[in-house]
């Protein structure tokens, strides 16, 4: 066990010990000589979709999503400069659901991925390349 007699000492010991822990661990120390960056955001494609469910009943049944999408700001870029045909492509695949089918989890992951691929194809066709590298429901409301 370490101990020290004196407060400058303590000091010292302390910062011996944290420099050591920086260069040691893993998230803070870089390999190669490379410096590891992430600089990808989220973007939340606004204003919220709203559609009507498919039914059989002779009420109307509404779907209101909030979705983000994560990318690097380039790729934010090409999404806020595509946003008509996103919104569109999107707007069509919430629209051909029921009730049924985003009733559980499941479904709903199932969902969130069909349509990430619908917007990555949308964007390929549009820029020439992938642009998200991913797609999130941040709410899912049924009426």
Do not use: W
Request: hydrophobic share 40%; aromatic share 8%.
């Amino acid at each position: 066990m370490l101990t020290f007699k004196t407060p400058l000492k303590s000091l010292f010991g302390f910062l011996i010990i944290f420099i050591a822990c920086l260069t040691l661990n893993p998230v803070y120390a870089a390999e190669d000589g490379e410096e590891e960056v992430d600089n990808t955001k989220y973007y939340e494609l606004s204003p919220p979709f709203v559609v009507n469910l498919q039914t059989k009943e002779r009420r109307m049944r509404f779907l209101q999503v909030r979705i983000q999408v994560l990318g690097t700001p380039d790729a934010i870029a090409e999404v806020q400069k595509h946003n008509a045909p996103l919104r569109d492509i999107i707007i069509t695949l919430l629209s051909d659901q029921s009730r049924e089918s985003v009733n559980t989890p499941k479904k709903k992951k199932a969902l969130q991925e069909k349509i990430q691929a619908a917007a990555e194809k949308v964007l390929k066709e549009l820029t020439g390349k992938k642009q998200i590298e991913g797609l999130y429901f941040t709410n899912f409301v049924i009426q």
